[in-house]
């Protein structure tokens, strides 16, 4: 199964950058691909240890993001669509879904 996880990165989800990484790691099936979507200003996040073990994309916006969620989940769904992703998870970093959400989701056969 080929996952695409997106995820909105802010301000309050900066502490839990290491807790969302030891969370996907543990999802069953990994991802194959992780987008991060920065939102903090002025501030590099290092994403690099996501990097070493996923296809990251990272894009880095302005702290008015509001008006900008819709067209960036349009994006990832566009994105997954074209790259032949089988499921497209939006995960934010601060929120843990159960580590078997997404078979659970894909055996309920339902879009």
Do not use: W
């Not at 290092?46 to 990272?58: A, N, T």
């Amino acid at each position: 199964m080929k996952l695409l996880i997106c995820s909105i990165f802010y301000q309050q989800a900066e502490q839990a950058l290491p807790f969302f990484i030891e969370h996907i790691q543990k999802m069953d099936p990994l991802p194959s691909k992780v987008i991060m979507y920065n939102f903090l200003k002025d501030k590099k996040v290092d994403f690099s240890k996501l990097g070493e073990m996923y296809e990251l994309e990272q894009k880095e916006f302005e702290p008015d993001f509001a008006s900008q969620i819709a067209q960036l989940r349009n994006n990832a769904v566009e994105k997954a669509k074209a790259q032949n992703f089988d499921g497209l998870l939006f995960l934010q970093p601060e929120l843990f879904a159960p580590k078997d959400l997404v078979t659970s989701l894909f055996s309920a056969e339902k879009n």
